[in-house]
């Protein structure tokens, strides 16, 4: 199909890209092709991309391998505040042109960006598995989210375009469309470098939004390669810009910008409480209230009441905390377990954590790779030393064996709901266990946070299941089955409190984040006394 021609007229149902078994030979061997072909083009230098024009810099942003941190990944430029500001003045410049562009080709190249991807999968998997050190598993979940975004955005588009009728008024033609905001500011994490930055980014673009990419300094390799499906698809060069950097210098610019429109975040708290404060303010020249769209964190728990399976609690907690190191918004930092099987849950607990094999991410039979950069690794193991004067240390403590970043699973037991570690977001294998006297209890000790992103629930009561569902504060909450792997569709994404903005990525009404709604009523006829 065509980049620029419209989408088939009978589009099917949206599905979930099915992921790769990595168990199957001869998926296997495809992985280990593409970990080949992509290890040849490490160290490889990337350019600016400011709609279209290729720049450089003088100062070069190198990205590491964290399993082996004296592997260069790739080279990137440090956009200046110049810089930063051309690609805010030229999105703007070329926003009337592709607001008009209609839905239906530019779902289509969306639709096409999906296509890419899926015949890419196993490169897009390499590369995450070296510059985000995630595992094949991790990786194909990424690229595989990234894909689905893709697909349902699209359609989602469509269904945009073509929207709801409103009441008619008697002599009145009725009608209320959907316009695109402007130039948006798109900032996504590392952690999810692919999935979260094609979901932020092509929601913006495929309602007739141009964007400025700034992408992690950890991740911008990942960034690069999304550009260039993103021309290969057909996108106009005009409609986005790439800009690497270091947040500090060209961050601010791009946020304070009086012709950004909208920024879309996500990260840390305490950045994305200062993107909102710095976009709540007006500069002169400023034309509108500046919307963010917010995803910033979590410290979520799992509950694990007395009425349970444990051996499947036990798995849900261990998976949730320690699937890509801790390393997600979502993952278990938390569990509140029953006093009444409290201990023989710590007891399964810790030997399926200390099961857990920790090495390089592009050896498949690790199931915890590194931890992002030194300073995680720092920062991580402060946290961990705190844990043990604030609990029991369980399982883990320390670093383990090799060259890159890595950590063991730790697991501190008897933590209080005061302790740092409980309150805290650490974003690494660490998990604060804490007894609860019962399921009301467990409640409270689970709403005791900031946060509200993830929660889960694991037991057989359906009366305390009910009672979840209402008081567990929390935007994502899950029953019987781990915290983390949200799926696009099915469970839309975003937290309460301190975690966000709760725009639900991945579902029905994300894209509204990114337009605004303009009621028309057209006079057609004199009804008697209508005036």
């Known amino acids: 199909m065509s980049a620029l021609a419209a989408p088939p007229l009978h589009i099917a149902p949206f599905v979930n890209e099915p992921y790769t078994d990595f168990q199957q030979p001869q998926n296997a061997e495809r992985m280990r092709n593409a970990l080949t072909k992509v ?23 190198q990205s590491v391998n964290p399993s082996r941190p004296s592997e260069i990944v790739g080279i990137h430029q440090k956009g200046s505040e110049q810089d930063a500001r051309d690609a805010v003045e030229r999105a703007a410049a070329y926003f009337p042109t592709w607001a008009e562009v209609p839905a239906e080709s530019r779902a289509a190249m969306l639709f096409r960006v999906a296509e890419i991807i899926r015949e890419r999968k196993y490169e897009f998997d390499a590369w995450l598995v070296y510059e985000a050190g995630k595992t094949w598993i991790e990786a194909e979940g990424d690229v595989s989210e990234a894909i689905d975004f893709c697909n349902y955005y699209a359609r989602q588009a469509l269904k945009l375009a073509n929207p709801e009728p409103v009441v008619q008024l008697s002599g009145e033609r009725d009608e209320m469309v959907y316009l695109p905001l402007g130039v948006g500011v798109i900032i996504p994490p590392w952690n999810f470098p692919l999935a979260i930055l094609v979901g932020m980014a092509t929601a913006a673009l495929v309602v007739g939004n141009t964007v400025v990419i700034k992408p992690s300094s950890d991740t911008p390799t990942i960034a690069a390669k999304f550009a260039e499906v993103l021309l290969q698809a057909g996108f106009p060069p005009q409609s986005f810009s790439l800009l690497t950097g270091s947040g500090g210098i060209i961050g601010d610019i791009l946020v304070s910008h009086p012709k950004t429109r909208f920024v879309s975040f996500t990260g840390s708290r305490d950045v994305g409480l200062h993107i909102n404060e710095l976009a709540a303010k007006t500069p002169k020249g400023q034309l ?38 801790g390393q997600k918004c979502s993952a278990c930092s938390r569990a509140i377990v029953d006093e009444s099987i409290y201990d023989e849950f710590l007891n399964k607990l810790k030997v399926k954590a200390e099961a857990l094999t920790v090495g390089p991410s592009d050896e498949i039979n690790n199931y915890m790779g590194p931890v ?28 383990a064996k090799g060259d890159g970043y890595f950590i063991k699973p730790t697991v501190i037991a008897d933590v209080g709901s005061q302790a740092r570690i409980f309150q805290e977001e650490i974003f690494g294998p660490v998990l604060a266990i804490t007894k609860a006297r019962d399921f009301d209890h467990a409640l409270q000790l689970a709403n005791d946070s900031e946060y509200g992103l993830t929660g889960a629930v694991f037991s057989t009561n359906p009366t305390k299941l009910d009672k979840a569902k209402r008081q567990f504060f929390v935007g994502n909450l899950y029953l019987n089955r781990k915290c983390t792997g949200a799926m696009v569709g099915a469970h839309p994404f975003g937290g309460f409190n301190m975690s966000g903005t709760d725009s639900k990525a991945g579902g029905p009404d994300y894209l509204l984040q990114f337009v605004q709604a303009k009621s028309i009523a057209e006079k057609v006829s004199n009804p008697p006394g209508v005036y």
């Open 39 to 61: 290890r040849g083009e490490f160290g490889k230098e990337y350019d600016l991309l400011i709609a279209g024009e290729r720049r450089k810099s003088e100062s070069k942003l």
């Open 288 to 325: 509108w209230i500046k919307r963010v769209v917010a995803e910033m964190g979590g410290k979520d728990a799992i509950i694990v009441d007395r009425e349970t399976d444990i051996d499947q609690a036990v798995l849900g907690v261990l998976y949730s905390a320690f699937g890509y190191q």
């Open 372 to 399: 992002i950069n030194s300073r995680a690794k720092e920062s991580i193991l402060k946290y961990i030393e705190l844990g043990k004067s604030e609990g029991r240390l369980i399982a883990g403590g320390e670093e």
